[in-house]
């Protein structure tokens, strides 16, 4: 049987941090842009910042198999029955909701389970894996 190695909750954290300085970044540069072009209003630059927070989870995730920080932290994040594909775009949007509006507690599951999975990844069929 194929045992695959599945991350720790630190290295899921870090990952996790590594995520929310990128997506700082992204909304600087956002802000700065759409600032640069015209006179725009604060509604059009909060939806930007919403915008950029809420597809950059689910983008990643359903394109590439991880977020930037899963990336640089060599981890991926891949359907729990058939660990070769990404997960579809509406589920990474599901997974992404629960993980936001459970927070913490959901990733501090990911102690409780044999493959490390959080709640928002058993909502959805998602398993966290090393590269």
Known sequence: MNQRPYPQLLDRIKAT???????????????????????????VKQFLL?????????????TFGGTLGHQ????????????EKNILFHLAIIRILAKVTLGWISLLTVTGSEK????????????????
């Open 17 to 43: 941090f590594a995520d929310f300085f990128i997506i700082m970044i992204f909304m600087i540069l956002g802000t700065n842009l759409i600032t640069s072009f015209a006179d725009s209003s604060e509604m």
């Open 50 to 62: 919403v915008g950029i927070f809420l597809l950059y989870f689910p983008v990643f995730v359903s």
């Open 72 to 83: 640089i932290m060599g981890l991926r994040v891949k359907q729990e029955k058939n660990p």
């Open 116 to 131: 490390k999975t959080a709640i928002h990844d058993s909502m959805v069929g998602s398993v966290v894996l090393y590269k």
